[in-house]
């Protein structure tokens, strides 16, 4: 009976907890924000766009700055290079004289130290108010700069992101773009409620962007921390002002194709985000209420929350194998192999059960390990703009 009670338990916690969680959640999605929002408000601005080997979308992504319309008088550009091994700062330099009108200024690093490291470097040299990091491999939505900025005319709001929307390479699409698409739509609706409430513990560097004012209060990037933007998002939640997903904002980025580098790369941010959890969820007693049960939950959803599945599973194995308890076995056999033959099911499930192995393995590895500059996912290279698939 012990057995039965134990997987059956633990299964309950695992998915009820995220489950109470979003229930909780979806009561805020639809609130208003409470802020003062101005379209009009336009304050000086610096992007900053870390590069390692960034030849393939350098170009592209200046491009799309530029696209965004912002008033080119209060708009520079900081591209912090750290030592690439190709044409990156050749291309941005060459974009830069075709370009006179944009303010663009290029940092070059004399090694690889990484990206923290990197934007700490240009966050010394940034003259905007406002400091948006944005990754090179990403794209934004047509005027995605001015839907961001226009929060930071609420003198509370300290951080805001973006929503990810996955895309993909080459015609056909891939299971793993689905696999990222289920994932992704679930989890922009549970970072923009999260952000109504009072804060996100989760940004996203395709798009970030910080009041300097207050980065420069939390002592910027914290070195050693490969989730740069999340951590910082955090702190800045910590002293009490927002750090908020808003759904106008939103980012394109390339989902690795196979299977094998699309589990690599959920990897390894998979490790940077236990390791800002790891330290940030420390600092709950001096979390603002609000903000409080957003991270207790978050940090217990990647920290331990992924255990529970795995030992539930095991008592379950273990229950098929040795229980006596025939009915009871039948019932629950039946009922997953019923759950898998829906294809949403099957879908939802596939991407849950990835995601908690991944956290499980972050946590292995994670809490071990150090930030180190790591080694981009090859297959999201390539010249940007063939056969994108959404
Ligand atoms: P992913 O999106 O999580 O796969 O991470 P990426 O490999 O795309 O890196 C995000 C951004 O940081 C990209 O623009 C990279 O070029 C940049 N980046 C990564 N490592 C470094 C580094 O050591 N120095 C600098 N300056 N930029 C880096
Ligand atoms: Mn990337």
Redesign the pocket.
């Known amino acids: 009976m012990l057995l039965e009670i134990a997987w059956l338990t633990l299964a309950a916690i695992h998915f009820g907890v995220p489950l109470t969680y979003y229930a909780y959640l979806k009561s805020y999605l639809d609130k208003p924000w409470n802020l003062k929002i101005d379209d009009g408000y336009a304050p000086t601005v610096s992007i900053v766009?870390?590069?390692?080997d960034?030849e393939a979308f350098i170009e592209s992504r200046l491009d799309n700055i530029l696209e965004q319309g912002y008033p080119s008088e209060r708009l520079e550009i900081i591209v912090?290079?750290?030592a690439s091994s190709d044409r990156t700062v050749e291309l941005a330099r060459s974009w830069g004289r075709e370009h006179p009108d944009a303010k663009l200024r290029i940092l070059e690093?004399p090694e690889?130290?990484?990206?923290t490291s990197?934007l700490n470097t240009a966050l010394q040299h940034a003259n905007g108010e406002v400091v948006v990091l944005a990754?090179?491999?990403s794209f934004w939505e047509k005027n995605a700069l001015k839907e961001a900025v226009k929060y930071f005319a609420e003198p509370k709001v300290g951080a805001v992101t973006c929503l990810k929307m996955p895309m993909q390479r080459g015609e056909a699409k891939r299971q793993t773009l689905a696999v990222e698409s289920t994932y992704r739509s679930f989890y922009n609706k549970v970072r923009v409620a999260e952000s109504k409430i009072h804060s996100t513990p989760i940004f996203h560097?395709e798009l970030a962007a910080f009041r300097k004012r207050t980065l420069l209060k939390i002592g910027g990037f914290k070195q050693g921390i490969g989730a740069d933007d999340s951590h910082a998002a955090t702190l800045i939640a910590l002293e009490n002002y927002r750090a908020i997903m808003a759904p106008e904002i939103i980012a394109y980025?390339l989902t690795p194709r196979s299977l094998k580098s699309y589990i690599a790369?959920k990897a390894?941010?998979a490790i940077h985000l236990v390791q800002s959890f790891w330290l940030t969820v420390k600092e709950i007693r001096r979390a603002p209420i609000g903000f409080r049960r957003i991270l207790l939950t978050e940090a217990f959803l990647h920290l331990v929350n992924p255990w529970l599945l795995l030992v539930a599973s095991l008592l379950f194995i273990a229950f098929i194998m040795v229980s006596e308890f025939l009915l009871l076995k039948i019932v629950a056999l039946l009922t997953l192999t019923f759950a898998l033959t829906i294809k949403r099911i099957r879908r939802v499930l596939t991407t849950w059960v990835i995601d908690q192995l991944v956290l499980i393995y972050a946590c292995l590895k994670g809490l071990r390990s150090k930030e180190v500059?790591?080694t981009?996912?090859e297959e999201v290279r390539g010249p940007s703009a063939c056969n994108l698939t959404c």
Do not use: F, L, N
């Not at 690889?112 to 990206?115: F, N, S």
């Open positions: 766009i870390p590069t390692y960034e912090v290079d750290s690093e690889r130290r990484g990206k990197a990754d090179a491999d560097g980025e790369w390894r941010r500059p790591w981009k996912i």
